[in-house]
């Protein structure tokens, strides 16, 4: 029996001993490292660098060093880059070692073609062409590891902006003394799965931002994705309209090409065919793209656009990308580079953005959940030491890179400490009484606690109307987070309001409390209002218009209330929220005949828009309890996972709402008897390729009950009376705000396209502006409307927008005028 145990126990050793040495053995590796340069010695930047039949590689950093971590074995290293012969290299990975490459220029063979032909470039391209939707959805799916390094640097700065000193600014972001360096260095590491045609997950695996220890970065493998085989290609945040593929369906319209030689690498004919844009104002590409013969299909591309492209404060943006095989008939982006310059202000700035692909699983087995869920960030992910990222990081920091990281995490122990905290808040918490008096107002903030206090400024709680005269309605608001893991907030508002004429007071206390995923607001007080619950009018809109023209276009009544909502996600984008108001209405006469000017030749009207010549009340003194019920669907449940919360992404969608108000007679004294049913679908910015986005809104509602029901509970429009005004999915141009409000049932559509310069940008000297063409035509039917329609046409230049409009309603009645707006959600 010992001899039984004793056998036994050296069986056990014997597997422990190599369960041992096999985890050494995958623990060890060996580190293949160089540079690589070109003929002349000089520095190839970005290069790849990948093994042979796998997708498992690196690239080289800006300097063209690189590192490359294997396990023992031997392996066949390849070397490719833009413009370069590939370069082979067998290596024998049994002790880390050095492996230095000089690549040669390619050399492009170009066969003689006819004079005065056609370029072949031509027929190549058409071929490409015809086989981009295929090669678009030749992967139904597929996952990949990705690592994204982005740098950006200040190249040039003003010493002063706006008025303020910018050398201490640059001082505390680790710039040198000429406010020059790098601003933004970050690496991440990525899980990303996508499937057709655009679901995407990604799993952040590790991330790191020099200069904090607890941001995390802004890479995104899908904000990097760059794909010729769609038609277009659109970044909004450059510019407003999308750039045309070199094989576009249409891209014979756009482009001019030419053949400049083929090469054969690994078996493979290239052809090395230069794009060029028909118009240097074109939304299209300059450079060269690659095609492989027979299967015409995107081997790389090398392509830049200018500011001649109406670029948003870039210079010049430069692309490239190169592929490789996966799989037999399947070829993947094994890198993405993106380069850029600018300037603004006189700043000027230049970076680039790198992604290598790895480890590709072609049409893996997904949970179709998995993509409501498109990007993950854990908690813990931005912890991690400098020994992973030594061992993880695939492209080797430059000195410049590593001097950044050392200093700048010394810089960020130091901001995220309580002492430089409490310093930071003293220093900025003293009160200026001109920025009090003028501007901002006066903030006072805790970082370190999350606490923030502030007071508006004296100059904005200035206001006149004619039923108050002038006007002092301030307002400070305290706001602390309350819940760092979810990011939510605590809210309370306080708001006096004084009117100098009428000798009144008013004030209110609001707030609103977080509670799980759910929200608790409330509101009580007085205050005086405009009788369209829709705000037609700007804060400052009709005091401009009342003093300086005499024209007092907005009307106000007097409201004391006492409400609270409760509202929230349900699930994924289904919102729901519950409301309830007691409140009573007082009808409200001018107090103020004060006007700078035209006070001998002007009138004033009264407070009542139907009776515009005599102090007659619109509606009596009242009393009102409702109940409001508002429920919205989006038809998505995409959403971002960070450590702090969800965060739900805007819908592709239409949103639908709906909603039902109830007026109850006697509950609280309350004086009215309805119910309104409506509903509302709207989407904005829809795109339309070349031609723009286009935005709708179309409402209807009814009545259903209207036993006691007063004017301030009618259904009210989003009118404009005045020749400013702000954009907004429900706004019409020039309909009255007043006079066809109703109390029965409604129906109002809007309908506006932005051209995004679709047809200016074709007009010389005018495309430089970047203006936006837009087309507007809104419509409102009622009972006693019958039918109202409206068109607008105009043009936008970075959110300031001027429009000509037309109305006409059932009765045969015209209107036209000019209308001026800042459009505070234009691109």
């Not at 027979?294 to 830049?304: E, F, V």
């Amino acid at each position: 029996m010992k001899k039984v145990y004793t056998t036994t126990a050296f069986k056990c050793c014997l597997v422990i001993a190599g369960l041992l040495f096999n985890l050494k053995a995958l623990a060890q590796t060996v580190t293949v490292s160089g540079a690589i340069t070109d003929a002349k010695g000089n520095a190839v930047p970005f290069a790849s660098i990948y093994i042979r039949s796998t997708t498992r590689g690196t690239s080289a950093n800006s300097e063209g060093k690189y590192t490359l971590q294997l396990a023992p074995g031997s392996y066949e290293i390849l070397f490719k880059a833009i413009g370069y012969k590939q370069e082979s290299r067998r290596v024998d990975a049994k002790t880390d070692q050095v492996v230095n490459v000089a690549m040669q220029a390619e050399a492009y063979q170009l066969q003689a073609v006819n004079i005065g032909g056609e370029d072949p470039a031509y027929g190549i391209i058409r071929k490409a062409i015809k086989k981009r939707p295929y090669y678009l959805k030749q992967v139904t799916g597929y996952s990949c590891e990705v690592y994204i390094k982005g740098l950006q640097k200040l190249l040039a700065a003003p010493k002063k902006f706006m008025g303020r000193d910018f050398q201490e600014a640059a001082r505390q972001m680790g710039l040198d003394s000429n406010r020059t360096g790098i601003i933004y260095l970050s690496e991440s590491q990525s899980k990303y799965t996508f499937e057709q045609p655009d679901n995407v997950h990604e799993e952040m695996i590790s991330s790191k931002v020099s200069g904090s220890n607890r941001a995390f970065s802004f890479n995104r493998a899908s904000d990097i994705k760059l794909d010729f085989y769609e038609n277009i290609i659109n970044w909004p945040e450059i510019s407003a309209r999308p750039f045309i593929s070199p094989i576009a369906n249409n891209a014979m319209l756009y482009y001019r090409y030419e053949l400049m030689g083929t090469t054969v690498e690994n078996g493979e004919t290239i052809n090395k065919i230069k794009v060029t844009p028909r118009r240097d104002y074109d939304a299209a590409f300059t450079g060269y793209i690659y095609i492989l013969e027979d299967s015409w299909r995107i081997y790389g591309s090398d392509l830049y656009v200018t500011k001649k492209a109406n670029l948003n404060f870039i210079d010049t943006l430069k692309f490239s990308q190169q592929f490789l095989p996966v799989s037999k008939d399947v070829w993947m982006p094994s890198s993405i580079r993106f380069d850029f310059t600018g300037g603004i202000f006189g700043f000027k700035f230049g970076g680039y953005f790198i992604a290598i692909y790895k480890n590709y699983d072609i049409n893996p087995t997904v949970d179709h959940k998995l993509f409501n869920e498109v990007i993950r960030i854990s908690k813990g992910v931005n912890k991690r030491d400098s020994a992973y990222w030594a061992s993880e990081r695939p492209i080797p920091l430059t000195k410049e890179e590593t001097t950044d990281y050392k200093k700048k995490e010394v810089l960020a122990a130091k901001r995220e400490s309580k002492p430089y905290l409490d310093s930071l808040d003293k220093r900025n918490n003293r009160f200026k009484f001109g920025q009090w008096l003028l501007g901002s107002g006066y903030n006072h903030r805790n970082r370190y606690d999350k606490e923030y206090i502030h007071f508006s400024s004296a100059l904005s709680a200035l206001n006149f109307n004619t039923v108050e005269g002038f006007v002092l309605d301030y307002d400070a608001t305290y706001t602390k987070q309350i819940d760092s893991l979810n990011n939510k907030y605590l809210t309370l508002r306080g708001k006096v309001r004084y009117g100098f004429a009428s000798e009144k007071v008013h004030g209110s206390v609001s707030g609103n409390i977080p509670m799980n995923m759910w929200n608790l607001g409330f509101n009580a007080g007085s205050d005086v209002l405009d009788i369209n619950n829709q705000v037609p009018f700007g804060k400052s809109d009709n005091m401009e218009y009342s003093l300086f023209s005499r024209w007092n276009y907005e009307k106000f009544y007097d409201k004391q209330f006492a409400q609270v909502t409760f509202g929230g996600r349900v699930t994924g984008g289904w919102l729901a929220s519950i409301g309830a108001e007691a409140s009573n209405r007082q009808w409200l006469n001018n107090t103020s005949n004060y006007s700078f000017f035209y006070q001998d030749t002007r009138q004033y009207t009264s407070n009542n828009p139907f009776d515009p010549y005599h102090n007659t009340a619109l509606f009596p003194n009242s009393k009102a309890f409702k109940l409001q019920l508002t429920t919205s669907y989006d038809f998505s449940n995409r959403y971002a996972t960070y450590p702090n919360g969800r965060y739900y992404f805007r819908s592709k969608y239409p949103r639908v709402t709906v909603g039902y108000t109830k007026g109850i007679k006697g509950l609280f004294g309350s004086d009215v008897d309805y119910d309104l049913l409506s509903a509302n679908i709207t989407k904005s910015d829809m795109q339309l390729g070349v031609y723009g986005y286009t935005s709708f809104y179309a409402g209807a509602g009814k009545f259903l009950n209207t036993n006691s029901i007063f004017y301030t509970d009618y259904k009210q429009f989003n009118g404009n009376s005045l020749q400013q005004y702000t954009p907004a999915a429900n706004k019409f141009l020039l309909l009255d705000p007043y006079k066809f409000s109703t109390a029965d049932e409604y129906f109002e559509g809007h309908l506006e396209h932005d051209f995004s310069g679709f047809i200016l940008n074709k007009l010389p000297l005018i495309r430089k502006l970047k203006l936006h063409e837009i087309a507007d035509f809104n419509y409102l039917a009622t009972p006693a409307l019958k039918s109202y329609s409206e068109l607008g046409l105009g043009a936008e230049w970075f959110g300031i927008r001027a429009m000509y409009g037309w109305s006409w309603d059932n009765a045969g009645h015209q209107t036209q005028g000019f209308r001026f707006g800042v459009n505070l959600g234009g691109r």
